[in-house]
C-alpha cells in the first residue's frame, strides 16, 4: 500500500511529553494540537491513555476537538490499555489505537521474560483486540532496529494479518544508520508477503544524531509515514524533528519526489509555541527554528545574500511563517488594530485572551520602542500557556545593587487569594525573588536550571526565562515571558511551581 503524500504522524504530546520536565496539562495539550490541525498533520498521538487519569482525559478531549487530523492513543499489547485507548479515541471520526510490543531478542529476554512464540501470540490477541474497537490500528515492533530479522517480519507479518493498517519500525534507541535502515525497510518490502496491506512507518529517536537522516532514508526505500515531534523534543536526545524532515522534502523535492500536505508557515509559531509550554529552549543553531538558521554574520556570506539570497540561503524565512517585518503598532494603537494583527498571525483568541494579551502588549509598547511579530507571538503563547494558571504573579518590586541583601516585595495571587511577602538575600535578585515565592508557596523540590534568553534582538528585547525543578528526581520546566528579566524569572520559577502543585 503506498501514498502520493508522506503520512505525518506526530508524537509531541505523547513521546514529545516523556522528555523529562516536559509535563503539559490538559489545555496546553490542547492548544498544540489545534495547532497541529491547522498545519494538517495527518494524525495526532495524544497521549497513552492508560498512563494516567489525565492522560486519558487529554486524548479523550483532543479526539473529540480535534476534526481534520485522525488522533491516536498509543498502549502496551495488554487488553486494558487497549480498552482505554479505544474508550479514549472513539469520538475521532479517524481514531487510532498504536500498540507495540518488543521484538528484540534483549528487549524479550530482560525485559518481558517470553519466549517467541509468547510474543507472536500476543501480537495475535492485542492487534485483534484493538481492530474490533477501532478500524485503524497500526503496529510497532519495540526496538525493532536491533531485533532478529526473520523475528521480525514473522511479526510484521501476523500483526498485519490480524488487522494492522500501519506497521512502524522504531529505531528505539538512535542505533541504527541510514544505510542499515534503507536497506531494513526494503527488506521489510520483499520479505513480508502481506506488506502490501500496509503502509511501513519509522519512529526514530536521536541518539546518535541520526533521526532525521534515518527517517528520510526509511523514504527512499519507500515508508511512507514518518513519526515526529516539534522540535524533535522526546525521550533522551529526542525524536526525529518534525520541522527538519518536512523542510528536507520541500527543499530537496528534486531528490524525493514526494512532498507531504504539512503548511510550512506555521512550522515557526508552533515551535515557539511548544518551547514555551514545556520549558525546553530552542537551541540557536538549530536546524531550521533555530535563531541563528536564517542569520548571517560572515562578511562573505553578507556580501552574497546583499546580491542574492540564493547564494546562502537554500529556503527563505518567510517559509517556515518568518517575518521580517516590524509591526505598525505602538503604545497609542487601539484594541481593534491589534485584533486585526492577531489574526494576521494566525491566531483566533477568546474575548479575555484577547484582553490579556492587548494589556501585555500595550505595557510592552512603553518599553520597548521596535515591536516585532516575535514579540506578540510570544507575549500570545504566553497568554494561552498561563490562561487557567492557579499562581498568578501580581507585584513585584526589588531593591538591589553593589552593596548589601537585595531586598524583594512580591506580591501572587493563589487559588484567587492576594498573598504578599517581603524575603532578603546576599546572593542576588534572582535568588531574593524565588525565596519570596518558596515562602509563599513553600515546596522541596531543588533549583536545577535557570537560564534567560532573549526574544529579539536589542536591550529593549522581552526575555524569555526558563526554570526546571527537581523534585523527587521528577523535573518540572515553567517559562515565562516580560520586557524585565526579573518578571520574567518570577513567572517562570511560578509556572514551573504550578506544573509541579498539579501532578
Known sequence: MTEDKIIIFDTTLRDGEQAPGATMNLEEKLLIAKLLEQMNVDIIEAGFAAASPGDFKAVQKISSEIKNSAVCSLARAIKGDIEKAGEAVKSNERGRIHTFISTSDIHIKYQMRKTKDEVIEAIKDSVSMARNLCSDVEWSGMDATRSNRDFLFKAIETAIAAGAKTINIPDTVGYITPWEFHDLILEIKNKVPNIDKAIISVHCHNDLGLAVANSLASINAGARQIECAINGIGERAGNTALEEVIMALKT????????????????????????????????????????????????????????????????????????????????????????????????????????????????????????????????????????????????????????????????????????????????????????????????????????????????????????????????????????????????????????????
Do not use: W
Request: proline share 2%; aromatic share 8%.
Open 252 to 503: 530537496r523535492s528534486d531528490f524525493y519526489k514526494i512532498d507531504s500536505k504539512i503548511n510550512t508557515k506555521l512550522i515557526s509559531r508552533i515551535s515557539k509555541l511548544v518551547s514555551n509550554i514545556t520549558g525546553f529552549p530552542v537551541q540557536y543553531n538549530k536546524a531550521i527554528v533555530g535563531a541563528n538558521a536564517f542569520a548571517h554574520e560572515s562578511g562573505i556570506h553578507q556580501d552574497g545574500m546583499l546580491k542574492n539570497r540564493n547564494t546562502y540561503e537554500i529556503m527563505t524565512p518567510e517559509s517556515i511563517g518568518l517575518e521580517k517585518s516590524s509591526l505598525v503598532l505602538g503604545k497609542h494603537s487601539g484594541r481593534a488594530a491589534f485584533k486585526d494583527k492577531i489574526k494576521e498571525l494566525g491566531y483566533e483568541l477568546k474575548d479575555e485572551i484577547l484582553q490579556s494579551s492587548f494589556i501585555k502588549f500595550k505595557e510592552l509598547s512603553d518599553h520597548k520602542k521596535e515591536i516585532l511579530d516575535a514579540d506578540i507571538i510570544s507575549l500570545i503563547d504566553g497568554s494561552l500557556a498561563n490562561n487557567k494558571s492557579k499562581y498568578t504573579l501580581l507585584e513585584l518590586n526589588v531593591n538591589c545593587g553593589t552593596f548589601g541583601e537585595k531586598k524583594v516585595d512580591l506580591k501572587i495571587k493563589i487559588d484567587n487569594i492576594e498573598k504578599d511577602v517581603s524575603f532578603s538575600s546576599k546572593d542576588g535578585p534572582v535568588d531574593a525573588i524565588f525565596g519570596a515565592i518558596k515562602k509563599l508557596v513553600p515546596h522541596n523540590a531543588n533549583l536545577e536550571l535557570y537560564q534567560v534568553n532573549s526574544v529579539t534582538e536589542g536591550t529593549d528585547s522581552q526575555a524569555t526565562a526558563i526554570v526546571r525543578l527537581n523534585n523527587n528526581n521528577k523535573i518540572y520546566s515553567g517559562s515565562g515571558s516580560d520586557f524585565d528579566v526579573l518578571v520574567a524569572s518570577a513567572m517562570a520559577y511560578i509556572n514551573a511551581l504550578e506544573r509541579l502543585q498539579n501532578v
